[in-house]
């Protein structure tokens, strides 16, 4: 009898738990969207404060961080999950990537600043915030790729190999569609912590807009929404709605992750089932 | 392991049935034997009623094999003890049955006067009967060795029934008036020479469970 | 004629010795089967003749293993082909999480098959050898994974087949299924028997003796016996067999 009651009171608890989520994340987009959007208007991205810049600054950002580091990131993950042997330094590059993934994202902006701005003498721009959002992101994508191929079950591996199959052919045709929603999950969390970022930035990409529309010159400052938000609610320029600018701000911060998401999502959805056949069990 | 434990105890048990039986067998021999020289109707009777008792262990020892196999599905030395053990309660089921047609020459001959002594019949009895404890013992020690011996005691008793179908064979063309009994006598020592190829298929059965191999002890 | 002869295998895992010098030979169209209890050496036997045993790390190997007379441990060995040659069939039902048709064209399709008629027939042919063809014919672009066990399993057994593999190895096939299934797979032994040499580690001595011509015993490393089947099963030679196969330990 004691154990059926704890047994109903664990499951009421979790079921709390589970809906408190559903419920933040609704007052959150209530609270957020109900005040920013009303702003969201012609005038908010194209007038003489607009934050049209921004909102290019931020993709083109995450854009670049994501050329730089998915290569590197998803290289090493691969090659720690499939073909490093399992050693002393195998051990100490794990437990230097653990260490990097922990380490506060603002010392990574100071050591941006450093490198780029100052030692290589760049100044603030968008590609020195790039580069610096890359090896933020690094450590992560190293992990997460390293744990999602290392779901993928052993004896796939073995019944693919024992066909006769290198290991390259394995890991192209059979673990990578495989643990292709790991990584994707994987790559949405960067990306969403790129989005999102300001620390970083201010220190290696600044405050500055460029004046050209849609400007790609990665030497140029740029400053992204996030940054934008940050700026203008911590030092309001007098004169202007701050307010108002950073309520809209955050609704489109928002909008456009979720989007980014979506974008995501769907194709590899698609992919997925393209690739493991209809009615999967 | 209790599985195999009560698998153990069971092979055991059937062990015990089949000795009971082989017993029973000797018994009757024994008696069949004994109403004959005594022309002992009463105990000849009382044979072909006790092969009842004898058929119905002889049906539990196969149920028991039956069931045994089914169960544990035996290997090796456990699957020959097994096919072993119910071809051995096959054959003393048909040595039983011998014992009742050696009772029957017993009623056939009733109180008619012999026409000749009786001894070759006894003695082929008593080789019988020797062969069959050698055999029990043999099966119960699981001794290969004890077939040869047996083989032995066989070529004795056909030897003795070659003698006995001679004399037999002249006093019925010396006398047609005995041709009748001498053919009952006739019946009775072939019985007994049945009795005794069937002892050396025991025997063979033994050797089976001993090392697998087959081997024809009749030859 | 013999096609596989193994000669004084010794293996090591580290320092830990697996196999102490195994000799075996395998005839052409035949069933082998080994058996032994959990950790005697007979699967990693088997796993050291399509060389799936060299992915283990720090293991050591000695002695000889021929193969059509190829020693397939000697330097310059291509295991892709030998692995072609030599194919396995895993313990739990393994496809990839492909539709049944990309199951089966994956093999064919690493070693270079890409004529879409061609691969089709390829389907075709592997799916009724391992007779599983009737059952999936309306579905061979759907998911392998909604497949039933013994289904997956005559799958994984169709998709070596179309490489065109000569050995097929077998590491408890069945013993993740039901009793139905394990019948279909040890039927489907029994007709592949004519094309193939099989060998099959089994727990079930029973299935040794319905599906093999001859059984190996093997128990902490060793080989203890082999022989034909019948033989084996009434009355092994070794005292160690008899024991094992009457249930004494194990």
């Given at each position: 009898m004691k154990a059926h009651q704890s047994d109903r009171l664990a499951s009421a608890l979790l079921w709390v738990g589970a809906s408190a989520i559903v419920m933040l994340l609704v007052a959150f987009l209530v609270l957020i969207l109900g005040?920013?959007?009303?702003?969201?208007?012609?005038?908010?991205?194209?007038?003489?404060?607009?934050?049209?810049?921004?909102?290019?600054?931020?993709?083109?950002?995450?854009?670049?961080?994501?050329?730089?580091?998915?290569?590197?990131?998803?290289?090493?993950?691969?090659?720690?999950?499939?073909?490093?042997?399992?050693?002393?330094?195998?051990?100490?590059?794990?437990l230097s990537t653990e260490s990097l993934a922990s380490v506060p994202s603002?010392?990574?902006?100071?050591?941006?600043?450093?490198?780029?701005?100052?030692?290589?003498?760049?100044?603030?721009?968008?590609?020195?915030?790039?580069?610096?959002?890359?090896?933020?992101?690094?450590?992560?994508?190293?992990?997460?790729?390293?744990?999602?191929?290392?779901?993928?079950?052993?004896?796939?591996?073995?019944?693919?190999?024992?066909?006769?199959?290198?290991?390259?052919?394995?890991?192209?045709?059979?673990?990578?569609?495989?643990?292709?929603?790991?990584?994707?999950?994987?790559i949405t969390l960067v990306a969403g912590r790129a989005l999102g970022e300001t620390a970083i930035l201010i220190f290696t990409a600044g405050m500055n807009v460029?004046?050209?529309?849609?400007?790609?010159?990665?030497?140029?400052?740029?400053?992204?929404?996030?940054?934008?938000?940050?700026?203008?609610?911590?030092?309001?320029?007098?004169?202007?709605?701050a307010d108002q600018i950073a309520d809209g701000t955050a609704a489109l911060l928002i909008i456009m992750v979720i989007v980014f998401n979506i974008c995501l999502t769907i194709p590899s959805r698609w992919l997925q089932h393209r690739h493991q056949g209809k009615n999967k069990a | 392991m209790p599985t195999r434990q009560k698998f153990d105890h069971e092979l055991e048990e059937l062990r015990t049935n089949i000795l009971n039986l082989g017993n029973m067998v000797n018994e009757q021999i024994t008696d069949a034997v004994r109403s004959l020289i005594n022309q002992d109707l009463e105990l000849a009777n009382a044979i072909v009623v006790k092969d009842i008792a004898l058929n119905d262990l002889q049906a539990i020892i196969e149920e028991k094999c039956i069931l045994l196999i089914a169960t544990q599905q035996p290997f090796a030395r456990d699957l020959r003890k097994l096919v072993a053990g119910f071809k051995i309660s096959i054959y003393l089921e048909r040595m039983?049955?011998?014992?009742?047609?050696?009772?029957?020459?017993?009623?056939?001959?009733?109180?008619?006067?012999?026409?000749?002594?009786?001894?070759?019949i006894p003695r082929m009895s008593a080789l019988v009967q020797e062969m069959i404890d050698i055999g029990l013992k043999a099966y119960v020690d699981e001794d290969c060795g004890a077939a040869s011996e047996m083989s032995l005691i066989d070529d004795q008793i056909d030897k003795i029934y070659s003698g006995v179908f001679g004399e037999l064979r002249s006093i019925m063309m010396e006398d047609p008036n005995k041709v009748t009994q001498a053919n009952y006598l006739l019946f009775a020592s072939r019985f007994l020479e049945r009795l005794g190829d069937y002892c050396t298929n025991i025997a063979e059965e033994i050797v089976y469970i001993c090392n697998g191999k087959r081997m024809d002890l009749n030859e | 004629m013999d096609k596989i002869v193994v000669d004084k295998l010794d293996l090591f895992y580290g320092d830990q010795q697996a196999l102490n010098k195994i000799c075996l030979t395998m005839k052409e169209k035949s069933v082998t089967a080994l058996i032994g209890p959990s950790g005697c050496g007979k699967s990693t036997f088997l796993r050291t003749l399509n060389r799936m045993q060299d992915l283990t790390p720090s293991v050591k190997i000695s002695g000889k293993i021929t193969i059509d007379g190829q020693d397939i441990y000697a330097p310059g060995t291509d295991v892709v082909l030998l692995r072609?040659?030599?194919?396995?069939?895993?313990?739990?039902?393994?496809?990839?999480?492909?539709?049944?048709?990309?199951?089966?064209?994956?093999?064919?399709?690493?070693?270079?098959?890409?004529?879409?008629?061609?691969?089709?027939?390829?389907?075709?042919?592997?799916?009724?050898?391992?007779?599983?063809?009737?059952?999936?014919?309306?579905?061979?672009?759907?998911?392998?994974?909604?497949l039933s066990g013994g289904q997956q399993q005559r799958l994984c057994i169709a998709r070596l087949l179309a490489v065109g593999p000569e050995i097929l190895l077998m590491d408890e096939p069945t013993s993740a299924l039901d009793p139905i299934s394990t019948m279909k797979i040890e039927e489907l032994i029994a007709e592949l028997k004519d094309k193939y040499s099989i060998m099959i580690v089994t727990h079930n001595m029973h299935q040794a003796s319905r599906v093999s011509d001859r059984t190996a015993f093997f128990l902490s490393g060793d080989l203890i016996e082999e022989d034909v089947t019948s033989i084996l099963f009434t009355r092994p030679a070794k005292k160690k067999t008899e024991d094992y196969i009457s249930g004494r330990f194990g």
């Open positions: 005040r920013g959007l009303p702003h969201l208007t012609v005038e908010f991205f194209n007038g003489p404060d607009g934050v049209r810049g921004q909102l290019f600054n931020s993709f083109y950002i995450l854009f670049l961080s994501l050329v730089f580091s998915l290569p590197v990131g998803l290289g090493a993950g691969i090659y720690m999950a499939e073909y490093a042997p399992k050693n002393k330094l195998t051990d100490l590059i794990r603002i010392v990574f902006g100071l050591f941006g600043m450093i490198l780029f701005v100052n030692m290589l003498g760049l100044g603030f721009t968008i590609l020195g915030g790039a580069a610096t959002l890359a090896l933020l992101n690094l450590p992560i994508l190293v992990r997460v790729t390293e744990e999602s191929l290392l779901a993928v079950p052993r004896s796939y591996r073995e019944a693919s190999l024992a066909l006769g199959a290198t290991m390259w052919q394995t890991l192209r045709k059979v673990i990578l569609p495989t643990a292709l929603p790991g990584l994707i999950t994987g460029s004046r050209i529309p849609f400007d790609v010159n990665p030497l140029a400052a740029g400053e992204t929404l996030a940054v934008h938000l940050f700026a203008v609610k911590s030092n309001p320029l007098p004169g202007t709605n | 039983g049955d011998l014992s009742v047609d050696l009772a029957k020459v017993t009623i056939r001959i009733g109180e008619e006067e012999f026409i000749k002594p009786i001894v070759d | 072609k040659k030599v194919g396995m069939v895993f313990q739990n039902p393994n496809p990839f999480p492909k539709s049944v048709f990309e199951n089966i064209a994956y093999g064919p399709r690493i070693h270079g098959e890409s004529d879409k008629k061609r691969l089709n027939e390829i389907v075709e042919t592997s799916l009724k050898d391992a007779a599983l063809w009737n059952e999936v014919k309306d579905r061979l672009h759907e998911s392998a994974l909604g």
